[in-house]
């Protein structure tokens, strides 16, 4: 079999929180490839958690790639489990056990003598019926703080874009801290625009980042990630508004009412750099955007 081609992008050596999504077998198995055999060679525990993959499939394709699967395998240095052990598909989702989970695999690759953690997870189960996006997305954000900022631990999020609805993928993928998609022309010739709303983690403290522009169109994205900065850890939680260009009221009121809402429970929302049209909003209409509150 002719070996897959090599790309110039994938993703990068250690401590990142990276996604790929792809929609062909030979781009899969050449990021999982490179991905694989660069954690083995760092000294690293390398786990695959397949979904839509046979586990003998993914095997297949390491070995191809001249990786020693048995040997590492034989030495705890790499396990393929199916989705029978998959973390990723427990009924409800649940990002506090995924958290707790991470860091405890990665404490156990550290006491057993390995550099780190390195994960690869499939993701085609977040497109089955039931799956709640709300809540992985909340997991994508929160890892980053509550797991990477301090753990030896790479991870690389699967998103094959033929299992996955274009909107789900787009929205979780852009959640990550690097993006390691291999960039060409679509196959039909059509390409698909990126959500006017992307949401981000920030490492240096519990929050998340906007990007883009909020409207109606976007509203749910929105709606979403608030939902996943409201369920962070901490009295106060951060908005980081810097690269937002535009918010509508409509928006306006989405952050104003988890504001009231995260003030119930003792906590606060605390806005950064937000944009003019925040401003503006909030200069006409004082009394209901009381409840905002903007960093110094």
């Given at each position: 079999?002719?070996?897959?081609?090599?790309?110039?992008?994938?993703?990068a050596?250690?401590?990142?929180?990276?996604?790929?999504?792809?929609?062909?077998?030979?781009?899969?198995?050449?990021?999982?490839?490179?991905?694989?055999?660069?954690?083995?060679?760092?000294?690293?525990?390398?786990?695959y958690?397949?979904?839509?993959?046979?586990?003998?499939?993914?095997?297949?394709?390491?070995?191809?790639?001249?990786?020693?699967?048995?040997?590492?395998?034989r030495d705890?240095?790499?396990?393929?489990t199916?989705?029978?052990?998959s973390?990723?598909?427990?009924?409800?989702?649940?990002?506090?056990?995924?958290?707790?989970?991470?860091r405890a695999?990665c404490?156990?690759?550290?006491?057993?003598?390995?550099?780190?953690?390195?994960?690869l997870?499939?993701?085609?189960?977040?497109?089955?019926?039931?799956?709640?996006?709300?809540r992985?997305?909340?997991?994508?954000?929160?890892?980053?703080?509550?797991?990477?900022?301090?753990?030896?631990?790479?991870?690389?999020?699967?998103?094959?874009?033929?299992?996955?609805?274009?909107?789900?993928?787009?929205?979780?993928?852009?959640?990550?801290?690097?993006?390691?998609?291999?960039?060409?022309?679509?196959?039909?010739?059509?390409?698909?625009?990126?959500?006017?709303?992307?949401?981000?983690?920030?490492?240096?403290?519990?929050?998340?980042?906007?990007?883009g522009?909020?409207?109606?169109?976007?509203r749910?994205?929105?709606?979403?990630?608030?939902?996943?900065?409201a369920?962070?850890?901490?009295?106060?939680?951060?908005?980081?508004l810097?690269?937002?260009?535009?918010l509508?009221?409509?928006?306006?009121?989405?952050?104003?009412?988890?504001?009231?809402?995260?003030?119930?429970?003792?906590?606060?929302l605390?806005?950064?750099?937000?944009?003019?049209?925040?401003?503006?909003v909030?200069?006409?209409?004082?009394?209901?955007?009381?409840?905002?509150?903007?960093a110094a």
């Open positions: 079999m002719t070996p897959p081609p090599r790309h110039s992008r994938y993703p050596a250690r401590g990142e929180h990276s996604s790929f999504a792809y929609d062909s077998d030979l781009a899969w198995a050449d990021t999982v490839v490179r991905f694989v055999s660069n954690g083995l060679e760092r000294g690293q525990r390398v786990w958690s397949a979904d839509s993959t046979e586990p003998s499939a993914v095997i297949d394709v390491l070995r191809r790639g001249h990786i020693d699967v048995d040997g590492a395998r705890a240095r790499l396990s393929v199916g989705t029978e052990r973390y990723l598909r427990r009924v409800p989702f649940d990002p506090d056990w995924v958290i707790s989970m991470f695999a404490t156990e690759a550290l006491a057993d003598g390995h550099t780190g953690l390195r994960v997870g499939e993701m085609s189960w977040s497109a089955r019926e039931g799956a709640d996006v709300d992985i997305l909340e997991s994508e954000l929160r890892l980053d703080r509550e797991v990477y900022a301090d753990l030896p631990l790479t991870g690389l999020c699967l998103f094959d874009r033929r299992l996955i609805p274009g909107p789900t993928a787009d929205l979780l993928t852009r959640a990550h801290t690097a993006c390691a998609d291999v960039p060409r022309p679509p196959a039909d010739g059509l390409r698909t625009l990126p959500a006017a709303l992307a949401a981000v983690p920030m490492r240096d403290r519990s929050g998340i980042r906007l990007c522009s909020g409207d109606v169109d976007s749910h994205i929105l709606r979403s990630a608030l939902a996943a900065l369920r962070m850890p901490g009295p106060i939680v951060h908005l980081d810097s690269a937002v260009t535009f509508d009221p409509g928006a306006v009121a989405v952050l104003v009412d988890v504001s009231n809402s995260l003030t119930g429970k003792g906590r606060s605390l806005l950064h750099k937000p944009p003019y049209s925040l401003r503006k909030a200069e006409l209409f004082p009394e209901e955007c009381a409840a905002l509150e903007v």
